[in-house]
């Protein structure tokens, strides 16, 4: 059995616990939608959802880039089972927002057997379940919500393992294998690798720790068929993931992250002053959400293990100090030497921000801190502490005092001597910034940055600020609870009680300010604004082909992508990281073509100048964050400063037939039937038919992206997919006549030939 009588009731204050954190989750009145959760994974979501209740898995999407394999991008996650069970079941909010709570209780609960599985008390399992769960980590959820999910099977492979070094039993390698296979299919890859990873490392330092207690004549016997198990666990998590793990590879290979350079892998690093964060969570705003908090005070009882020899010399703190300290370094990334050296010798730029890596430190720090909360409750007993804990209690004080002293000086200082301090960041930014690889601005840039840097240290470090008095107020409250122990050198019962009450009180306090900001109410998506109104009111009409957005940087237009695909409104535009490169570089310069890195907000006048090219990728409307004036756009609807235009005279099309070559530059071309009828037959998702009538050969050209899986026939004939302007799907007419031109994908197709 999982659970024993006693583990029970802590899985339903986990429960509870959850509910009292994030009721509007449970009450279906909110959801993840703020930023990355709105532009990206609801609207993936939902499309997904749809699909599921049409019966189908939606491996391409005409929603966006003109079209996009959006089952390879992989953060839709079409074989992941939650997904598939959820979104095929209940209703799309209901099951939006109890995905969330599923996944951050998989991560509690699966915490709570692995540490049980290690020995620790059903008080210590579930207090590291709550550090790991509401801490900064919250199951994973500090990247985004896909993080979340990969992260959150984690916790459970590591008790599965355990089960297994414990019965041998072939079943829980099974089970081991599916856990990895979820965690790859959750939707975020470079994650799920990082935790493989981390999970291969776990795995050779328990069995170095087992080895190494055996007889050297048992080593070999005790080894190979835990070996042997690793190695099935992985071949059967990898050949259930190849569908997944191919599709991702072979888009991942035609998008900018094919080849980037080193600097790219030093992307969101960890810089040492994050550390703070631990002490001073509201500063993670200067980290773009870095965050490594879980409580001022459980600091404490992460160091207690270290007082007592005994648990000094167990394998869980051994095991998850080590773990600890090697995620820290990876963390750091390029203020990493070891990160460095490692990104040196495998020459593999493509996974940017280390910084992710907190997890496993969060992860780790947890473990430490159940255990030592266990063995502060074995210590109530004792009149007098042991000097190695009053230790751990004056090294916590200490810790905490100069943190609070610290930032309340640098505050003040920074406030008087802002010139002075200005200096020092640029002498700072000449020595290990300016000039160096993947830092290509100019010194005014960086000045510039660093006068907004400091004025957010200023805003986040002030006292007289509500939030930021918050964080004062819990290392005030900590090292007078700390004060305590070290005055009376004993722990009691009320003492004890005032602690976990206060923890709980500082993390549900930190949750307001932190993963509740990630949190949207559903009824807004329910009033579209008057632009989008006017768009639905185009497409009910046929008048609306594709739309394209000139976005600003405030405001910001109604509809971006991916946003679009939950009112079924087709967008030139798109964002995902796995935008192919060739699009990025093209379509791309137009603008709204987001690669995860960035994207391009040109002058109005470059967009103006290619009008004809819009139309040729059948984009009727423009959403526009700026006023246009050109005789060939119609002014439809304007809200505020957000401006709705429409294509006139230039006939938008989305198929297009070209008598002899097709020009050669893109940016030249403009819709051109000459001598054909083109109509349209069937059009779905990942099947189109249409209809040519001819009058002499040439070359039909669709402007759907040419991805491997198409295929083309003549009038039910395969014939040859070619390529225009190395972007969209062609094929050749050999003469007049009338033609059925019919296209279907199948991203397996390549693999069934082979």
């Given amino acids: 059995m999982l659970l024993t009588h006693r583990d029970r009731p802590y899985l339903f204050l986990l429960g509870f616990l959850l509910f009292s954190f994030y009721p509007d989750l449970f009450l279906v009145l909110k959801g993840p939608l703020i930023a990355d959760h709105l532009e990206q994974h609801y609207p993936w979501a939902h499309y997904l959802a749809q699909a599921l209740k049409n019966f189908r898995l939606p491996f391409w999407t005409s929603m966006i880039h003109c079209g996009f394999p959006i089952a390879a991008e992989g953060q839709i996650g079409i074989f992941y089972l939650p997904h598939l069970l959820f979104y095929f079941l209940f209703p799309f909010h209901f099951a939006y927002s109890y995905l969330f709570i599923f996944h951050l209780f998989l991560s509690g609960w699966g915490t709570f057997l692995y540490a049980r599985s290690m020995g620790l008390s059903p008080k210590g399992a579930f207090f590291s379940a709550f550090l790991f769960v509401f801490g900064a980590g919250y199951g994973g959820a500090y990247y985004n919500l896909t993080s979340l999910k990969t992260l959150s099977w984690f916790p459970l492979t590591l008790y599965v393992w355990e089960k297994f070094l414990k019965f041998k039993s072939k079943q829980y390698l099974f089970y081991a294998a599916m856990c990895v296979w979820q965690m790859l299919m959750a939707g975020y890859l470079q994650v799920a690798l990082f935790t493989l990873m981390n999970f291969l490392l776990y795995i050779g330092l328990r069995l170095g720790f087992l080895v190494c207690a055996e007889p050297k004549k048992e080593r070999i016997k005790l080894t190979l068929p835990l070996l042997i198990g690793v190695l099935f666990i992985l071949l059967l998590a990898l050949l259930l993931s190849f569908p997944q793990l191919k599709m991702t590879y072979d888009l991942a290979m035609l998008s900018n992250r094919a080849s980037p350079l080193e600097a790219y892998a030093y992307v969101g690093s960890m810089p040492p002053t994050a550390l703070m964060t631990f002490f001073l969570p509201y500063t993670q705003g200067i980290f773009r959400g870095i965050s490594l908090y879980a409580g001022v005070f459980s600091l404490f009882f992460a160091l207690l293990p270290f007082a007592f020899k005994p648990l000094r010399q167990t394998a869980l703190v051994k095991l998850w100090t080590l773990i600890l300290i090697l995620g820290i370094l990876v963390a750091a990334g390029e203020w990493s030497p070891f990160y460095r050296g490692i990104i040196k010798i495998t020459r593999f730029y493509s996974f940017r921000t280390p910084s992710k890596f907190i997890i496993y430190i969060l992860f780790a720090y947890s473990l430490l801190a159940g255990l030592g909360l266990e063995k502060a409750f074995s210590l109530l007993s004792r009149r007098r502490l042991p000097h190695s804990v009053l230790l751990c209690a004056r090294v916590s004080a200490y810790f905490i005092g100069f943190s609070f002293l610290g930032a309340l000086g640098f505050y003040f200082y920074l406030r008087n001597h802002r010139v002075q301090v200005f200096e020092w960041g640029r002498m700072l930014v000449e020595k290990v910034i300016f000039g160096r690889p993947g830092h290509p601005?100019?010194?005014?840039?960086?000045?510039?940055?660093?006068?907004?840097?400091?004025?957010?240290?200023?805003?986040?470090?002030?006292?007289?600020?509500?939030?930021?008095?918050?964080?004062?107020?819990?290392?005030?409250?900590?090292?007078?609870?700390?004060?305590?122990?070290?005055?009376?050198?004993?722990?009691?019962?009320?003492?004890?009680?005032?602690?976990?009450?206060?923890?709980?009180?500082?993390?549900y306090l930190y949750s307001f300010y932190d993963l509740r900001k990630d949190f949207g109410s559903y009824s807004i998506l329910n009033k579209p604004s008057p632009i989008l109104a006017k768009l639905l009111e185009e497409k009910s009409q046929g008048n609306l082909g594709r739309i394209f957005g000139i976005r600003g940087h405030e405001p910001d237009i109604p509809l971006i992508p991916n946003l679009n695909m939950i009112y079924g409104i087709e967008d030139i535009g798109a964002y995902s990281p796995l935008v192919t490169s060739r699009y990025y570089q093209t379509i791309g310069t137009l603008g709204n073509v987001n690669d995860s890195n960035g994207f391009t907000i040109p002058d109005a006048s470059y967009v103006l100048k290619n009008l004809p090219l819009l139309a040729f990728l059948n984009v009727s409307h423009i959403l526009s964050a700026k006023s246009l004036s050109d005789s060939r756009l119609e002014l439809v609807g304007s809200d505020k400063s957000i401006f709705l235009y429409k294509l006139v005279n230039l006939n938008p099309a989305k198929a297009h037939f070209f008598r002899g070559a097709i020009p050669s530059d893109l940016f030249q071309v403009e819709p051109f039937n000459s001598e054909a009828l083109i109509t349209a037959s069937d059009l779905k998702e990942e099947s189109e038919a249409w209809n040519l009538e001819a009058g002499g050969s040439g070359i039909f050209v669709l402007t759907n992206l040419v991805y491997p899986g198409w295929k083309v026939t003549l009038n039910g004939k395969e014939a040859a997919l070619t390529n225009a302007f190395g972007l969209f799907q062609a094929v050749h007419i050999p003469a007049p006549g009338k033609y059925k031109i019919e296209f279907s994908f199948n991203p397996f197709t390549r693999l069934s030939r082979k």
């Fill in 441 to 507: 601005h100019d010194m005014e840039i960086y000045l510039e940055k660093l006068n907004h840097y400091m004025d957010a240290m200023n805003e986040v470090l002030s006292p007289f600020q509500g939030w930021n008095l918050c964080q004062y107020l819990f290392l005030i409250i900590s090292f007078s609870l700390l004060l305590h122990v070290i005055r009376a050198k004993r722990i009691s019962k009320t003492w004890l009680f005032l602690t976990l009450s206060f923890l709980f009180s500082e993390l």
